[in-house]
């Protein structure tokens, strides 16, 4: 390969703790005869000095604009964006022709996109890496979903006045939480797996019915629901349903709500707004002092009342509509994103002389901007409709 200079800056959204690669991954990056340039602070948020770094064969620059002037491929978590500290955006502080790596959420960033394509960034999205086997240790929005589904269940325990574990105490014997979880995909049945080591009753929805026996392998409930409608997408995705069937599913699940101590939902459907289950005349039924942990407040939330970044009560009920859960565990978030990333890296460059396949899978699905061009068709076609 030929040497690369990797650049990892510190993140600058708000609330960002991570970092897109720890100490031990910089080794990995060094492989092919790379060098890795670090922004002094990057790690701090998520515990890994420069000192660390250092020890690990990275050079430590002093600020963004000096690491961002050097560096071929910038390694992120969050997509570009304005550094205030510096009065630059990060896309103007990028060599012409250098590469980007991180989650870039493309159709929300189309202006971030457009200028890549001006400058001719080459650019990768983590979200677009395709979920086949052969990816699985890239696939950054799996490992990020796991953490927010246990985040989501700690968030909900904190917020509940009661136990989750059955308690047989002196003082009386008092019964397991009872959890619902709403969406059993990565996120849900991490959630599942977390609320059962808790020791609270698991009962969980989803509409792929291929998540009943993994929902029942962890030991929780399968909600059941005698409407067919095929909800298989394309990569393990669930479809868009109906309003026949979202309206079914209300009814099943507002039965079940008057009993249930904390609900987390997850339901998404990649690329759209998320469904609505809980609707404010549903909440009125819950018992005060409950509470929702909507882990799709981003794409709008599957709770009528959530409100993103926010914990509102309403009817005594908790609303809880976080964003980014896993900067929350930033140690080990960091080392999971790291490795996602690192192991892309290692797969998109792995011919000698550094040069791109777009023949292979992964190289093609998750490139987005490339020779000043928009690559991605999916991306190309949502910029098209505006
Ligand atoms: P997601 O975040 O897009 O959605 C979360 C869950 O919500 C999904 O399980 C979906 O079925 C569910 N959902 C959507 N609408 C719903 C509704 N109206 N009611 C209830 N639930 C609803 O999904 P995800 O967690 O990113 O991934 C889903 C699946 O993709 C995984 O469970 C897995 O099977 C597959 N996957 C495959 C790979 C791989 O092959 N490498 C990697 C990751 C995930």
């Keep these: 390969m030929a040497v690369m200079k990797f650049g990892i800056p510190k993140e600058i959204a708000g609330g960002e703790t991570r970092v897109a690669v ?12 790379g060098d890795v340039l670090v922004q002094s602070g990057a790690g701090q948020a998520a515990s890994y000095s420069d000192a660390e770094y250092e020890e690990a064969g990275a050079t430590i620059v002093g600020d963004a604009p000096s690491l961002y002037a050097e560096a071929d491929i910038v390694l992120k978590v969050q997509p570009p964006g304005m550094n205030e500290d510096v009065g630059k955006h990060e896309v103007e502080m990028m060599k012409p022709g250098s590469t980007f790596i991180g989650f870039l959420a493309p159709v929300s960033n189309q202006d971030v996109v457009n200028q890549m394509v001006e400058k001719k960034i080459t650019s990768f999205s983590m979200e677009f890496v395709p979920r086949i086997a052969r990816a699985q ?3 950054a929005l799996s490992s990020m979903a796991s953490i927010a589904g246990y985040q989501a269940v700690i968030l909900a325990a904190q917020h509940l006045g009661k136990f989750f574990p059955l308690m047989m105490t002196a003082a009386g014997t008092i019964p397991p939480a009872r959890v619902l979880i709403l ?3 990565v996120a849900g049945l991490q959630a ?3 609320a ?8 969980a929805f989803d509409v792929r019915p291929a998540v009943r026996e993994q929902v029942e392998s962890l030991g929780a409930q399968f909600v059941e629901m005698e409407f067919e409608e095929d909800a298989e997408a394309a990569g393990g995705y669930a479809k868009e349903m109906s309003e026949e069937f979202l309206l079914k599913e209300r009814e099943i699940i507002g039965g079940r709500l008057a009993r249930i101590d904390a609900v987390i939902s997850t339901a998404q459907v990649f690329g759209k707004q998320a469904p609505v289950l809980i609707t404010e005349e549903m909440v009125k039924q819950m018992s005060e002092g409950s509470v929702i942990v909507d882990l799709a407040a981003e794409q709008g939330g599957n709770c009528e009342l959530t409100e993103a970044g926010k914990d509102v009560v309403r009817d005594g009920v908790t609303i809880c509509g976080p964003l980014n859960l896993p900067a929350a565990l930033p140690i080990d978030a960091s080392q999971m994103y790291s490795k996602n990333v690192t192991t892309l890296v290692r797969s998109l460059y792995a011919e000698d002389d550094g040069s791109l396949d777009f023949e292979d899978e992964i190289t093609q699905s998750a490139c987005i901007t490339h020779n000043g061009e928009i690559v991605n068709a999916m991306v190309k076609e949502a910029f098209q409709k505006g």
């Design 22 to 33: 720890v100490p031990k991954m910089v080794a990995q990056l060094k492989k092919g005869g």
């Design 137 to 139: 240790s890239m696939d």
């Design 183 to 185: 969406g059993a995909g």
């Design 192 to 194: 599942i797996a977390t």
């Design 196 to 203: 059962k080591r808790l020791g609270a009753r698991v009962e």
